[in-house]
């Protein structure tokens, strides 16, 4: 039973921490300051990337969330740095990150059954302001999501 409570306190305070650092992106994300993301498209900061073309970057996230966690990003923020803020000049880039999230899945194999998350500012934790995409999968999705 104790470990049951402790494992509750540290998901609450693992999600109080992620809800600050969500609040606290926000209040710079129209700054226009270089992003982690900037710095991954520049290779400035490695990462594991799974696709890559001249519009968008898969690579794996480094807090995985599920066996396969998959972050697709455009290349050119664009003034995109979440979701609610597209315009109909983004129509095809969003759709291009929509098909490349299908093509990371059939790589990893879990075109079978798959997910597609996009968090959209501070009450959805968002705490990269470059619009991304979050493809999971290799394990049973729970409904509804967190």
Known sequence: MVLLQGRGICRISASLDEEASAKAAAATADAGGLTIFDKIISKEIPSSIVYEDEKVLAFRDINPQAPVHVLVIPKLRDGLTQLGKAVPGHTEILGHLLYVARLVAEKEGILDG?????????????????????????????????
């Open 114 to 146: 798959f997910r597609v998350v996009i968090n959209n500012g501070p009450g959805a934790c968002q705490s990269v302001y470059h619009l991304h995409l979050h493809v999971l999968g290799g394990r049973q999705m729970k409904w509804p999501p967190g």
